[in-house]
């Protein structure tokens, strides 16, 4: 996932993760514990409540991380800023891809109001 980082970026990050989760080993379970749970939560009988919950753990989480990790290197912001831009850009992609899967099948029925 962070491959469009470059190979000194990803040693900083990767030694700054291990850092904040050595010396924090409450996140290092709570970290654990999600991982656990995004199985269930995205298996094909989970509900969209069960997916929405378990993104905002994540999400919870990954901001806990963040923030222990810019304690441990504070010269992480502009690899976060990167990482930010890298998500924000694959999920842009995703939402045109399903508009676009979605978009054919509305468009033969514009034009004509039955009236």
Same mark, same amino acid.
């Given at each position: 996932?962070?491959?469009?980082?470059?190979?000194?970026?990803?040693?900083?990050?990767? /030694?700054? #993760?291990?850092?904040? +989760?050595?010396?924090? %080993?409450? *996140?290092?379970?709570?970290?654990?514990?999600?991982? $656990?749970?995004?199985?269930?939560?995205?298996?094909?009988?989970?509900?969209?409540?069960?997916?929405?919950?378990?993104?905002?753990?994540?999400?919870?989480?990954?901001? /806990?991380? #963040?923030?222990?990790? +810019?304690?441990?290197? %504070?010269? *992480?912001?502009?690899?976060?800023?990167?990482?930010? $831009?890298?998500?924000?850009?694959?999920?842009?992609?995703?939402?045109?891809?399903?508009?676009?899967?979605?978009?054919?099948?509305?468009?033969?029925?514009?034009?004509?109001?039955?009236?």
């Amino acid at each position: 996932m962070l491959a469009f980082l470059t190979p000194a970026e990803q040693i900083q990050y990767a /030694k700054a #993760r291990a850092k904040a +989760l050595a010396d924090n %080993p409450d *996140l290092k379970v709570e970290g654990e514990t999600v991982a $656990k749970e995004g199985g269930q939560a995205m298996s094909a009988g989970a509900t969209a409540a069960d997916r929405q919950a378990f993104i905002e753990k994540m999400n919870s989480h990954r901001q /806990k991380l #963040r923030q222990a990790m +810019l304690k441990e290197d %504070p010269t *992480l912001e502009p690899i976060f800023t990167k990482i930010d $831009k890298q998500i924000s850009e694959m999920k842009a992609k995703q939402l045109g891809a399903m508009q676009n899967s979605t978009n054919p099948t509305n468009s033969s029925n514009t034009g004509s109001s039955g009236h």
